[in-house]
């Protein structure tokens, strides 16, 4: 079992290094692309919500978060109820950007899977 473990580890950093390169090109780094694909497929998501989806703890969230902000990928706005709460919505440019790392991940997913039943 520990193998098939390791392996499985082996695969993901190695996927996700294939697509820091490929996105470097508009400066997504260091992972930071999953946290725009779910920004986009679920806008208005609150940071909490996003850190629990992509399994990372809310500081590390928050960085790169910052950084997607910084970088016109993403923009926080104001909940109409809560003015606490911040809502991330992707930018035009995040939108932009989405599709072409939705059909990086569609292949890196075929390219993985290959060989493998349902």
Known sequence: MKEILREIGMIARALD?????E??????????YLYL??????PGI????LAEMIKVDRTTAARAIKKLEMNGFIEK??????????KLFPTEKGKDVFPV???ENDHSNSVALAGFSE
């Open 17 to 21: 290094s294939i697509s820091n390169i």
């Open 23 to 32: 996105f470097k090109e508009y400066n997504l780094t260091k992972g930071q």
């Open 37 to 42: 694909v779910r920004i986009c497929e679920n």
């Open 46 to 49: 609150i940071q909490e919500k």
């Open 77 to 86: 706005m104001d909940d109409e109820h809560n003015k606490k709460i911040k």
């Open 101 to 103: 790392i939705k059909r």
